[in-house]
């Protein structure tokens, strides 16, 4: 009745897909195969052979410390990630990655349009991508690629016309859930295939007492789509590279059959290595959220590696904010952020310094750390340089990571941008962040009445190096530093008509 595939998460001695998912799942795909064939061979690029594969694995509302290889130093081991500690022995660490903005959309606006906060059209949760936007999967589908998303969207209307859902946005597979609210159900009863609704029968009226205990009569939406993403790798035979960007929803808060955002209801709690602990329940499902994605992410690791494709793959392992404290989680607990002030919607660095680990066999240096500047709004031109593209890019704010996934030497950024409205630090009004170098500038301020300047006199300043949790504030004494910043927050800031006309 079920696909056994082994994971090595300590815990959990399976991880159970459902066979008639897989097949489902393979069966589409196979259909899928001729169109995919046909659409790829317009812009191959000379030499596409050489290209690598690429796959960003992105968790969601996953902190800075919530992973053993970023949590082990500062002496927590509560959180159990054994697959993702394997994978960052054979990969580069960084410790300086930032999501594109403290909360989810305008993060991934940054992530597939190449533009940091201050230029996207998406700065907040709510509003969607234009047609003027342009797609890293759309660039890669110019150098030649395939492209597949499985999971959470969010940057478009939940309507298959709209020229900037996933199909009409460079994704030539898709297959979850375009909005954001409707994510928080992690046992929804029909989700998106390509451009089709597709229904979840199991799911259908789904709740904390027809779902039964652990869950286990309804399908938890993550499970759907590493199903898909493993279906995928399987039957993946086309001559073109890949381009498979795999979207999950964990371990945001949500809810069993509604959009409410009580827990973090993940299935397999009882047989997980958690179930007896003495913690409050909402954290021992957090905790088994946790070790619930490493177990999946090595499911498509191990899916990966059987189909021969590992050693020409690409694989990005990042979360898409700071750590949530919602659904009755408390952030602090297993202390998610770890050295780092402030957690989800945060300008602090909590807030938007995210884990990154990056594995390319034979060119990205195994079992290094890294601290290397690098930021969602970088992927674009890093997958342009890795994909070997020269063609036309769309307009852009980042750098390739290239030369340091390499085993290069590269300068760091100029600066790394990010600005938000209504941000913990002063609910009622906006902020722009600014690290130059080991500097971190922080300017907060009422929200304006129309077209912003930025919101402060002089914003706060720290230093990441000698004061990674930004407790003291040296603007005082390097008012040059502090010129600089100011600087860059008025250049950077595009008005984007949100947060009182900013």
Not at 58 to 67: H, N, Q, R, S, T
Not at 119 to 141: I, M
Not at 451 to 458: G, V
Not at 477 to 487: E, K, L, N, S, W
Request: with cysteine; net charge neutral; charged share 15%.
């Amino acid at each position: 009745r079920h696909l056994i595939v082994s994971s090595v998460c300590r815990g959990f001695p399976s991880l159970l897909l459902n066979r008639r998912e897989i097949m489902a799942s393979l069966l589409l795909l196979l259909f899928a195969g001729a169109a995919l064939l046909c659409s790829s061979s317009v812009a191959a690029a000379p030499g596409a052979s050489s290209q690598p594969n690429i796959l960003f694995f992105l968790a969601d509302d996953l902190g800075y410390g919530d992973f053993e290889p970023y949590s082990v130093n500062q002496g927590m081991k509560r959180l159990q990630t054994p697959t993702i500690t394997k994978f960052a022995s054979e990969s580069t660490l960084f410790t300086n990655a930032y999501a594109g903005a403290p909360v989810c959309a305008p993060s991934r606006c940054s992530l597939m349009t190449g533009k940091h906060s201050g230029h996207c059209s998406v700065r907040e949760n709510g509003p969607f991508l234009t047609p003027a936007d342009t797609t890293v999967a759309e660039v890669l589908k110019l150098a030649g690629y395939n492209t597949a998303l499985f999971g959470k969207w969010g940057l478009s209307p939940d309507n298959s016309s709209d020229s900037r859902f996933p199909t009409r946005a460079g994704f030539d597979v898709y297959h979850g859930q375009v909005d954001q609210d409707l994510c928080h159900n992690y046992y929804p009863d029909w989700m998106w295939r390509n451009s089709s609704q597709e229904t979840i029968a199991a799911n259908k009226g789904a709740s904390v007492s027809t779902c039964g205990p652990d869950h286990s009569r309804c399908h938890w939406s993550s499970d759907i789509w590493i199903n898909d993403t493993i279906a995928f790798l399987q039957t993946y035979h086309q001559p073109q590279p890949f381009f498979a960007f795999v979207s999950l929803t964990s371990p945001h808060a949500g809810s069993v059959g509604s959009n409410v955002e009580n827990d973090v209801p993940v299935p397999r709690v009882s047989s997980g290595p958690y179930a007896h602990q003495s913690w409050p329940k909402v954290e021992i499902d957090f905790a088994t959220a946790i070790t619930l994605l490493d177990a999946q992410f090595g499911a498509v690791l191990a899916a990966l590696a059987a189909s021969g494709k590992a050693n020409n793959t690409v694989v990005f392992l990042a979360s898409d904010n700071g750590a949530h404290n919602e659904g009755g989680h408390n952030y602090q607990f297993f202390n998610s952020s770890g050295p780092l002030r402030g957690f989800k919607r945060s300008l602090h660095e909590g807030g938007h310094r995210v884990p990154l680990i990056v594995r390319w066999p034979g060119h990205t240096p195994a079992a290094a750390r890294s601290g290397q500047q690098w930021a969602f709004y970088d992927l674009m031109a890093t997958v342009a340089d890795l994909a070997g593209y020269a063609g036309p890019m769309p307009p852009g704010d980042g750098v390739s990571l290239g030369p340091t996934l390499r085993g290069a030497a590269q300068p760091q950024p100029p600066f790394v941008y990010h600005e938000y409205c209504a941000p913990n630090e002063h609910p009622s009004g906006w902020g722009q962040a600014v690290r130059v170098g080991d500097f971190a500038a922080i300017c907060l301020g009422p929200k304006p009445s129309g077209p912003a300047d930025i919101p402060c006199a002089t914003p706060l300043l720290y230093n990441l190096v000698s004061d990674p949790a930004q407790q003291t504030n040296i603007a005082a004494a390097h008012p040059d530093v502090v010129a600089h910043a100011r600087t860059i927050m008025k250049q950077q800031h595009v008005q984007g008509h949100y947060c009182g006309g900013a």
